[in-house]
Nanobody, 122 residues
Framework: QVQLVESGGGLVQAGGSLRLSCAASGRTFSSYAMGWFRQAPGKEREFVAA????????YYADSVKGRFTISRDNAKNTVYLQMNSLKPEDTAIYYCAADSYGRVVAGTVRYWGQGTQVTVSS
């Protein structure tokens, strides 16, 4: 099992940048694929980005491709989401997730963080 804690959310103007971090507990972090999801008010949670255990494979939702970058540091048990050129429609609670790569991409993950709020003002 793995515990996940997100940080780095906040308020930013449109066009700005934020970097989210997700710190994982446990010595098996490097065996998990990791992902980021988000949920806007009144909407269902949606997939944002995924990264495999080594960091060699990444996958993005079309809505963030070219603007967001997911990365990981297995030595620090941490996964990151660099968000650039932010838009008001990126406003949501962002959740970190861990599981197999297939489960992360499918959204059927078993391990979730508590979420961090990102608000983009116009």
């Amino acid at each position: 099992q793995v515990q996940l804690v997100e940080s780095g959310g906040g308020l930013v103007q449109a066009g700005g940048s934020l970097r989210l971090s997700c710190a994982a507990s446990g010595r098996t972090f490097s065996s998990y694929a990791m992902g980021w999801f988000r949920q806007a008010p009144g909407k269902e949670r949606e997939f944002v980005a995924a990264i495999n255990w080594s960091g060699g494979i990444t996958y993005y939702a079309d809505s963030v491709k070219g603007r967001f970058t997911i990365s990981r540091d297995n030595a620090k048990n941490t996964v990151y989401l660099q968000m650039n050129s932010l838009k008001p429609e990126d406003t949501a609670i962002y959740y970190c997730a861990a599981d197999s790569y297939g489960r992360v991409v499918a959204g059927t993950v078993r391990y979730w963080g508590q979420g961090t709020q990102v608000t983009v003002s116009s």
